[in-house]
Nanobody, 123 residues
Framework: QVQLVESGGGLAQPGASLGLTCAASGDTFKTYTLAWFRQAPGKEREFVTSITMNGGYTSYADSVKGRFTISRDNARNTVYLQMNSLKPEDTAVYYC????????????????WGQGTQVTVSS
């Protein structure tokens, strides 16, 4: 069982940076692939990025590649999302998710989800 709690969302101007944090409970954190998804109003939840259990493999959606960076600290049971060069289209609720089943972009494979944190990019 893993519980996930996101933090760090808020309001940012276009071009600015924002960092999100996801704190996890459970001593098996390091065995999970972690990911960030997002959901904008009226749209389906979409994959943003993921990182494997040892941090050796990361994957990014084309829309955020080169701007967003995912990282994890297994000693702190934490995964991070650094978002740079933010755009208005990045506005969404961002969710942290965990799965035991390896690197995947499919939301249905992720077993555990956080409650989400709002990111709004606007001038």
């Amino acid at each position: 069982q893993v519980q996930l709690v996101e933090s760090g969302g808020g309001l940012a101007q276009p071009g600015a940076s924002l960092g999100l944090t996801c704190a996890a409970s459970g001593d098996t954190f390091k065995t999970y692939t972690l990911a960030w998804f997002r959901q904008a109003p009226g749209k389906e939840r979409e994959f943003v990025t993921s990182i494997t259990m040892n941090g050796g493999y990361t994957s990014y959606a084309d829309s955020v590649k080169g701007r967003f960076t995912i990282s994890r600290d297994n000693a702190r049971n934490t995964v991070y999302l650094q978002m740079n060069s933010l755009k208005p289209e990045d506005t969404a609720v961002y969710y942290c998710a965990a799965t035991r089943f390896g690197a995947t972009r499919a939301a249905r494979i992720y077993e555990y989800w956080g409650q989400g944190t709002q990111v709004t990019v606007s001038s």
